[in-house]
């Protein structure tokens, strides 16, 4: 019913725009120099922006990575020094190993865990307002520091904290665990906590678009549940995975902040090198690092993109 | 209505983990933040006192969190307002295809996926090196500009996706203007997700952290004065401060969620017509 409106206004609109051209005399090479003009007239403050604060900042990195530093300053020149360093160290390469064995697990958790509530909310709970209260409850916490987040663990991981002293007292343990905060294993819980629901967000929008007759197409064919998730839902719920995918990925490969917070500094990712080379003003350094991690970053993300048409699927 | 399958259960039990995951350590940090004066990061509560929020509110004690909050509160309200604007605008420019589009597209998604920290060194070393002054409402102000665009734009995306073009079809058959389709029609229909917008902007400024790291001068904002002290305050006085952030932004995210009710009561109310008309 639908599509038979919306095929209609279509054609109304064709018809329409039809009519304006022959009125006009315009041709259609007019109509899309117009389109251009107003296009990018709505979209200028979007480009200055963009370029001032996105496109020439990464070309000043580009172009700092080639200079040359001393302790205290920075200078102009061509110098393939920082590369040589970063790509000769052993660090770099255990670092950016790190780098991605953090995305790749907590991309891993994220997608269970976003997957299984997003799942839940779109196709066990039946009435709108009610997933409408419990999205909102999962979205909440997002639009709060992420950085007091990350303090909040303290009182549960700490050497005497809730986690410890639960365990101790059911005789699980006896002494206290080392592990639980200030390790890879804080780091990856706080990454979870944090963007889970990135991945809830997309999936369960995509859900909600599956036409739920074809459920119960499934259903009536004698699927069981489970053969109706693995080959209905699933297949049809790809595109909101990989949009989750890339924020995901995205997130943890820049991450900084919450390697350093939730290892106690003792562990690294390349936002870390990054930020350290930055507190010792060896910004051409920097820059090297930087400019590494940022092709990474988008031959990544360009590669999910190729799966997945983002604007369709918003 | 046909019974709950036993995964129902299953799953609800999941999901009320996954809420617990989510809510607990705000809730622990919450009640700690109210220990008596001799307690200490973690149980057991010493005593029952506001001893540490009293503690924030002496300047010396803890660094200059109100002149950062403020600061924080008038940079959230300015990316705020510029992030509807531009987003609107863009979203409307979006919705017909034109000459570098595509173009301008990837620069949208690039500026989402790019790692926050290139963001700060860039537009901080082009702040130093050409000599201007790095300054939260300058630098820092563009910088958190990058954060908050895609998001009002995938939101706007979104809504244009769902638009009905008819209506706008019905009013210029009747002859409004262009501007008078967007005035009267487009805004008031997609008002409700501005809001959204609207709130996007404001909390993810407000919370904001490695983009304002290098951009933001010699005056903190409130995340970068929080970070600060997680490095030397070592009492339950970074939990009081948490709790009042947080509550802060509870509150922000009910204003916007009224609103939004509001205005979608409103349009139940008076958006219909039917049995008004001439009879």
Known sequence: ?314 | MEPRPKSFYALTAFFVLFLIFLYGPTVTIGILSFQGPGGGLTFPMRGVSLHWFRDLFEQQAVGDIWGSFSRSLVLGLMVMVTTVVVSVMGGLAFRKRFAGSTVLFYLIITSLVIPSILISLGVGLIWSQSGLPVHWSSSGFGAQLTWTLPFGLLIMFAVFNRFDRSYEEAARDLGASPWQVIRHVVLPIIAPSLIGVALFGFTLSYDEFARTLLTSGSYNTLPLEIFGMTTNVTTPVLFALGTLTTVFSLLVIGVFLLVVWLLNHRRARQGSDAGKGMI
Not at chain 1, 2 to 19: C, F, G, I, P, T
Not at chain 1, 69 to 94: H, K, M
Not at chain 1, 112 to 123: E, P, R
Not at chain 1, 132 to 155: E, G
Request: aromatic share 12%; hydrophobic share 55%.
């Open chain 1, 1 to 314: 019913m639908e599509r038979v409106h919306r095929s209609l206004s279509d054609a109304r609109r064709r018809a329409l725009a039809l009519r304006h051209t022959e009125t006009l005399g315009q041709t259609a090479g007019a109509g899309l120099r117009n389109n251009t003009v107003i296009g990018w007239l709505l979209a200028a403050p979007l480009a200055l922006v963009l370029v001032v604060f996105l496109v020439l900042p990464i070309v000043m990195i580009v172009v700092v990575s080639f200079w040359g530093a001393t302790e205290w300053s920075i200078y102009p020149a061509f110098l393939f020094d920082n590369y040589e360093f970063l790509l000769t160290s052993d660090v770099t390469y255990r670092v950016f190993f790190n780098t991605f064995k953090y995305a790749a697990i907590t991309w891993a958790f994220t997608l269970l865990i976003g997957f299984t509530v997003a799942y839940y909310l779109a196709f066990h709970i039946r009435s709108l307002t009610w997933q409408i209260a419990l999205f909102l409850l999962c979205t909440i916490p997002f639009l709060t520091s992420n950085i007091i987040r990350m303090i909040s663990w303290i009182p549960f991981l700490g050497r005497n904290g809730i986690a410890n002293s639960t365990l101790i007292s059911m005789g699980v343990i006896d002494e206290p665990l080392e592990w639980l905060l200030f390790s890879d294993f804080s780091v990856v819980l706080a990454f979870v906590h944090l963007y889970t629901l990135f991945m809830v967000v997309p999936i369960f929008n995509t859900m909600m678009r599956i036409d739920k007759s074809l459920i119960e197409a499934a259903v009536d064919a004698g699927a069981t549940g489970w053969q109706t998730l693995r080959h209905v839902i699933i297949p049809l719920t790809k595109p909101g995975i990989m949009i989750g995918t890339i924020f995901v990925v995205a997130l943890v490969m820049g991450d900084f902040i919450t390697v350093r917070f939730m290892s106690g500094s003792q562990s690294a990712n390349m936002g870390r090198l990054i930020q350290n080379d930055i507190a010792l003003l060896q910004y051409p350094s920097a820059s090297a690092t930087a400019v590494i991690l940022l092709v990474t970053v988008l031959i990544l993300i360009g590669t999910l993109l190729r799966l997945v048409d983002i604007r369709k699927e918003l």
